[in-house]
């Protein structure tokens, strides 16, 4: 038996064939009762849309691409980088849209195009998600030329007005987090964020402005280490007066990687019985430490989510989408 038609369809429903290609295409001007009949037919005759006709006529790819940084090999790395493509997905699936993951890779030869390039130019998507890392002068002004519709994960850094981007709000989470440990009795804390780290990443620099911020309004000494040694100094096997009074009563690490870096050196040394130790976002094995580490819980599915959702609403052209959205963050239990 042959496939059947959208007129053969149109036909079978009692209604003309620019109808059935409105509820293919998911037009919300059609009464429920006439898609419901129109569904009916098409599970019935098998009928799968063509998506390559459905894309010619539209105009569009109806897939959504996720261009990642291919020299970040940190981001890669990081476990909470899958957090974030999983929330991304589950809007653009809910879009009933395909996802295009792809990382951006330059040619050997400098007259090719790069992959970013190439699916800008080329409009191999309807829309793109890029980590800020990306978001460089020369890919900027291609999305803008080409009129790619385009989302920004993690604030951008770049001195363009108007870019939309989604963040988790990393000055609040500083501030909740250093409150949480005033709030514990806390008053002699410190904070491990790196100098060149916190040049280099905006995140950090934020959790440390949010740490300052809250340690100067509770008029507290505000403590920063850039190396882990400086702490191991204060808790070394023979421990003089001042070096005692130097001990902070709390060490917030802006990394888990730093975090890790600490607890390396604790071999058998008072560190986790006297100290309270802080850092972002928890952790699968934090729940086996034998001691605890207080944590704020950053919500990145639901940082991927604001982002693709922010992205079709771009696409579609909607009125009033805000150009950037901060996640805010909470203490975790």
Known sequence: ????????????????????????????????KTRLKVEAIMKQHNYVPNSIARGLAFNKTFTVGFCSDYTDKRAFANPFFYKVLQGIEEIVYNHDHMFLMMSDHD?????????????????????????????????????VKHEMPYVVTGENMLSKDGVPWVDIDNVQAGQILTEHLIDLGCREIMIYAGGAAAERDKFIADRLK????????????????????????????????????????????????????????????????????????????????????????????????????????????????????????????
């Open 210 to 333: 949010g740490y300052r911020k809250t340690m100067e309004n509770h008029r507290l000494e505000v403590r920063i280490i850039e190396q882990a040694e400086v702490l191991k100094s204060l808790y070394g096997s023979e421990s003089s007066e001042s070096a005692v009074e130097g001990r902070p009563e709390a060490l917030i690490c802006c990394t888990h990687e730093q975090l890790f870096e600490i607890l390396d050196f604790e071999n058998g040394n008072p560190l986790l019985s006297e100290i309270a130790l802080a850092t972002f976002d928890d952790f699968p094995m934090s729940k086996y430490m034998k001691h605890p580490v207080h944590f704020v819980e950053v919500d990145l599915e639901m940082m991927g989510k604001a982002a693709a959702s922010m992205l079709f609403s771009l696409m579609n052209k909607e009125p009033g989408v805000p150009k950037s959205v901060s996640i805010a963050t909470r203490i975790g239990s």
């Open 107 to 143: 040619h050997d030869n400098k007259k090719s195009q790069s992959t970013f390039e190439r699916v800008v130019v080329e409009h191999r998507v309807d829309g793109l998600i890029i980590p800020n890392s990306l978001l460089n002068e020369r890919n900027y002004e291609l999305l």
């Open 1 to 32: 038996m042959s496939k059947i038609t959208i007129q053969e369809i149109a036909d079978l429903a009692g209604v003309n064939k620019a109808t059935v290609s409105r509820v293919i295409n998911g037009n919300r001007n059609i009464s429920e």
